[in-house]
């Protein structure tokens, strides 16, 4: 057995961010923050409260709130005009607006366009601006990761851009954060946590220091996101929740993710859906496709689901629908509002996304648009 772990992020959990932002932004040392966020968060004064905390803790602040729930390249260079004398990075929010302070540190201090380095290979040379992530949201798991993820503006195909310059300085984890968010957000974020763990559990950069984290992340948020969904003023389980995005990230950072994830970057690109909302849509299929091959992870990979580890495969999967289905998620394409028109070209564009050569199952165009014909 061989393998690295590299994790630098310090993690800040469970605290008010009241409390720990302050910190976190005089053990960086910036005077001038740029503050990244959404409209959404700016509406509700999210925005103007964290603005307020870091003018109280001595820092000029410049705000740019204008980041899309699928957010593409043209959000980064907006970013950037507002970050020319930033000295440090704050993302409030969730995965997408994370996603968006990578990559305008990235180009702030590294220099080129975003195409440099997601389609022509540039390497990442330089530390991009030290960034405090807040994540509102128990999601992406961004908070934890060395990549952002960016959609092209005109084709919508998105790739990842990677990098150890890339993970947060700090990451500040406040579970009350996520308490306004309403059930079906909930719902589709917290899916895409369960997605990340379990695809960094079977995916075949997995090591022993990953498989642990995924399946602790795996068993949280199983248990815990049907109570923080319907309930969402149980603290407990936003607590869970967040922990569970944290932990997944990590995971899925050093191990990779798999089939899912290649499907649900075209599903997402192509109809402007939320980007849990398309892996909880495939989680069942993908899930049907990689289970009889899984060998002695079938086991341990059950158990955190609370399945009987004598279950046939059909019953599995028939539970993890139910599961989807509490959750109030789509599992058709129908349910979804999605008329699939390109079920072929959408199998074709996720053939060719690098994280399914990570699957433990070998896939191919064919196998991607048989999945998907099964979502009709």
């Known amino acids: ?26 053990e960086v040392g910036a005077q001038r923050v740029l503050l990244v966020s959404d409209a959404g968060l700016a509406e509700v004064g ?27 390249v043209r959000d980064v260079e907006a970013g950037l005009a507002d970050a020319a004398r930033a000295e440090a990075l704050v993302a409030v929010g969730g995965g997408s607006v994370i996603d968006v302070a990578k990559g305008i540190g990235l180009l702030a201090t590294n220099g080129g366009s975003y195409a440099d380095y997601q389609w ?17 949201t128990a999601g ?39 308490l306004s968010l309403p059930p079906k957000l909930t719902a589709a974020t917290g899916a895409d946590v369960l997605v990340h763990a379990l695809e960094a559990f079977v995916g075949r950069r997995a090591n022993a220091v990953s498989d642990a984290l995924a399946l602790t992340a795996l068993e949280r948020a199983w248990r815990a996101l049907p109570q923080a969904t319907h309930h969402g003023d149980d603290l407990e389980a936003r607590a869970e929740m967040a922990l569970a995005s944290t932990l997944a990230g990590m995971a899925f950072d050093q191990s990779g993710l798999g089939i899912i994830h290649s499907l649900a970057g075209p599903l997402a690109g ?10 909880a849509l495939l989680l069942p299929y993908g899930l049907a496709f990689n289970l009889p091959i899984l060998g002695n992870k079938r086991v341990p990979l059950l158990k955190a689901m609370d399945i009987p580890t004598t279950t046939p495969d059909k019953a599995v999967i028939e539970r993890v629908k139910a ?31 690098v994280l399914l050569l990570n ?4 896939a191919s165009a064919e196998d991607c648009q048989r999945i998907l014909e099964q979502m009709v």
């Open 270 to 279: 192509q109809y402007d859906l939320h980007h849990g909302l398309s892996n």
């Open 120 to 136: 022509h290979g540039r390497p990442v040379t330089q530390p991009i601006l030290p960034l405090i992530a807040v994540p509102t």
């Open 1 to 26: 057995m061989h393998f690295s772990f590299y994790s630098p992020v310090k993690l800040v959990f469970g605290r008010p961010v009241a409390d720990a932002l302050p910190e976190a932004i005089t």
């Open 140 to 178: 992406t798991g961004s908070e934890a990761t060395k990549v952002t993820v960016i959609a092209d503006a005109e084709t919508h195909f998105k790739k990842g851009v990677l990098s150890p310059h890339l993970f947060p300085r700090i990451s500040v984890v406040d579970p009350a954060l996520t």
């Open 323 to 353: 599961w989807v289905r509490d959750l109030g998620l789509p599992l058709t394409f129908g349910e979804a509002g999605i008329t699939a028109s390109n079920i072929a070209a959408l199998a074709e564009e996720a053939s060719r996304m």
């Open 46 to 72: 999210l925005v103007k409260q964290i603005a307020g905390l870091l003018h109280g803790a001595g820092r000029a602040v410049t705000v740019f709130a204008e980041v899309q729930s699928n957010p593409t």
């Open 359 to 362: 699957n433990p199952r070998p």
